[in-house]
T-cell receptor, first 112, second 115 residues
Framework: GENVEQHPSTLSVQEGDSAVIKCTYS??????FPWYKQELGKGPQLIIDIRSNVGEKKDQRIAVTLNKTAKHFSLHITETQPEDSAVYFC???????????WGAGTKLIIKP | ETGVTQTPRHLVMGMTNKKSLKCEQH?????MYWYKQSAKKPLELMFV???????ENNSVPSRFSPECPNSSHLFLHLHTLQPEDSALYLC??????????????FGEGSRLTVL
């Protein structure tokens, strides 16, 4: 079946450095790619998304890039802060049934 | 707050018990979802309701029974569960079926432990 591979499963970075999380999807018809952040004890929350007609989108310290040819998309967080510590999930939307296919998550740890 | 409220937040039940999880959304959305979240695994979509009609049932065992009496409320009835059903159960809502607007609004989840 369709799937999304997410790497790494755990990422530890020094405060102030950048963090990059990568996802690869299998359904070439996917056209929407959101990123969700899940803080401890809370549900996932959308932080940024990108549609297949653009290659990059930025929102302050967060950016997402999409390479449709390679079926890769990535989340970039610059100038990381303690509040960025959380689990991040990528997903892709299957055009056939409008279901999101999720990655397994990346636990981001920001070291002071 | 996300506008999606789940109760109870924690539930411990034996394999022969019957319990229910409740979800309420105050966002005026038309679609509601149940997801199962297990550690280090992708979110598993269980059920989707659109305008109170069930549109997806992703091969979920019959010991999980959903109910959607109106667009604001969603229940997950549980009976004769197995220990492997222990997980965080997340409810979510969206304006329409994900894809038209894209954003899901999640509740904080109900942590279920089956003994």
């Amino acid at each position: 079946g369709e799937n999304v591979e997410q790497h790494p499963s755990t990422l530890s970075v020094q405060e102030g450095d950048s963090a990059v999380i990568k996802c690869t999807y299998s359904d070439s018809a996917s056209n929407y790619f959101p990123w969700y952040k899940q803080e401890l004890g809370k549900g996932p929350q959308l932080i940024i998304d990108i549609r297949s007609n653009v290659g990059e989108k930025k929102d302050q310290r967060i950016a997402v890039t999409l390479n449709k040819t390679a079926k890769h998309f990535s989340l970039h967080i610059t100038e990381t802060q303690p509040e960025d510590s959380a689990v991040y999930f990528c997903a892709s939307l299957m055009d056939s049934n409008y279901q999101l296919i999720w990655g397994a998550g990346t636990k981001l740890i920001i070291k002071p | 707050e996300t506008g999606v409220t789940q109760t109870p937040r924690h539930l411990v039940m034996g394999m022969t018990n019957k319990k229910s999880l409740k979800c309420e959304q105050h966002l005026g959305h038309n679609a509601m979802y149940w997801y199962k979240q297990s550690a280090k695994k992708p979110l598993e979509l269980m059920f989707v309701y659109n305008f109170k009609e069930q549109t997806e049932n992703n091969s979920v065992p019959s010991r999980f029974s959903p109910e959607c009496p109106n667009s604001s409320h969603l229940f997950l009835h549980l009976h004769t569960l197995q220990p492997e059903d222990s997980a965080l159960y997340l409810c979510a809502s969206s304006q329409a079926i994900a894809g038209l607007t894209g954003e899901l609004f999640f509740g904080e989840g109900s942590r279920l432990t089956v003994l």
